[in-house]
Nanobody
Framework: QVQLVESGGGLVQPGGSLRLSCVAS??????????TGWYRQAPGKQRELVAA???????NYAESVKGRFFIFRDNAENTMFLQMNSLKHEDTAVYYC?????????WGKGTLVTVSS
């Protein structure tokens, strides 16, 4: 079982930035070949994909975050990141990191991001 631990959430004003991190307890090789992603779930809504990145570096983003959020990874540190800029009230949610490798799907426990003035 892969353990994913997120950090970096918190309270930020509209227009501000946050960077989320997620460390995976997995071999470096497995992390390198994995697909990583970030999802979020706002109160009363379903969990949705925010951003994903393949082992080859290809990325895809939800339309609502394109140009504001950026997913990247440090394979040497088994860590994935989500850089969030120009945050809006509607970005408030619990953010979960996700890792897919060798037929397994793993989730972090989530970190709360609150955008409020």
């Amino acid at each position: 079982q892969v353990q994913l631990v997120e950090s970096g959430g918190g309270l930020v004003q509209p227009g501000g930035s946050l960077r989320l991190s997620c460390v995976a307890s997995i071999s470096s090789f497995s992390f390198k070949i994995s697909t990583t992603g970030w999802y979020r779930q706002a109160p009363g809504k379903q969990r949705e994909l925010v951003a994903a990145q393949t082992s080859g570096g290809s990325t895809n983003y939800a339309e609502s975050v394109k140009g504001r959020f950026f997913i990247f990874r440090d394979n040497a540190e088994n860590t994935m990141f989500l850089q969030m800029n120009s945050l809006k009230h509607e970005d408030t949610a619990v953010y979960y990191c996700n890792l897919r490798v060798d037929g397994m799907i793993s989730w972090g426990k989530g970190t709360l991001v609150t955008v409020s003035s």
